[in-house]
Nanobody, 123 residues
Framework: QVQLVESGGGLVQAGGSLRLSCAASGSVFSVDAMGWYRQAPGKQREMVATITGGGNSNYADSAKGRFTISMDNAKTTVYLQMNNLRPEDTAVYYC?????????????????WGQGTQVTVSS
């Protein structure tokens, strides 16, 4: 079984910074892509930033120029550096991974979600 463990959320003032981390643990064979999504109260979950195992990244317009997504060399941990945070960035941030895991000795392609971490930006 594979799990995504997130950390780094919290309360910060507008203009401040936070760094989110998400580590995949368990029977991971390889990671195709990882990303961060967020969901504010009363709103749908939206993509913030994604990155492939090859290093190609994609950002929501709201994140461009302020957020940076990166992945460690082992390609099992993804980070989201968030700078110049705004009150509208307040949401629960979820980590997502598309990966190949080992199940009963076989490779299985799947996508999984983390439990979410709260980011609150005060004005």
């Amino acid at each position: 079984q594979v799990q995504l463990v997130e950390s780094g959320g919290g309360l910060v003032q507008a203009g401040g910074s936070l760094r989110l981390s998400c580590a995949a643990s368990g029977s991971v064979f390889s990671v195709d892509a990882m990303g961060w999504y967020r969901q504010a109260p009363g709103k749908q979950r939206e993509m913030v930033a994604t990155i492939t195992g090859g290093g190609n990244s994609n950002y929501a317009d709201s994140a461009k120029g302020r957020f940076t997504i990166s992945m460690d060399n082992a390609k099992t941990t993804v980070y989201l550096q968030m700078n110049n945070l705004r009150p509208e960035d307040t949401a629960v941030y979820y980590c997502h991974a598309e990966l190949i895991m080992i199940v009963a000795g076989k490779r299985v392609l799947d996508d999984i979600w983390g439990q979410g971490t709260q980011v609150t930006v005060s004005s």
